[in-house]
């Protein structure tokens, strides 16, 4: 048997989720693209599970990987 849903506030909107996480919507947005936060898109429009969201921040995550570092120019040394 499906779980009900207790009532509308545990299903967000994309701003709401971002302001349950405290990040911007822009954040929302990639990671929902990238599939790294869970929700659900109806029409042309995110939903995202409050307990969805819960469970998901309680998961350990894996620290991200060390950005590379450009390499500096060599600079040629001139002799005089």
Do not use: C, Y
């Given at each position: 048997?499906a ?7 545990d299903v ?7 302001a349950f996480l405290q ?5 929302i947005l990639?990671?929902l ?8 898109k109806?029409g ?7 307990l969805?969201?819960?469970a ?8 991200a ?7 500096k120019a060599k600079r040629?040394a001139?002799?005089?």
């Amino acid at each position: 048997m499906a779980k009900k849903i207790k009532g509308p506030q545990d299903v967000m909107t994309v701003p709401q989720a971002a302001a349950f996480l405290q990040v911007t919507e822009q954040t929302i947005l990639r990671g929902l693209r990238a599939g790294t936060i869970p929700g659900n898109k109806i029409g042309a429009r995110w939903r995202l599970s409050r307990l969805a969201l819960e469970a998901h921040l309680a998961k350990p995550q894996a620290p991200a990987p060390p950005k590379k570092r450009k390499a500096k120019a060599k600079r040629k040394a001139t002799r005089q």
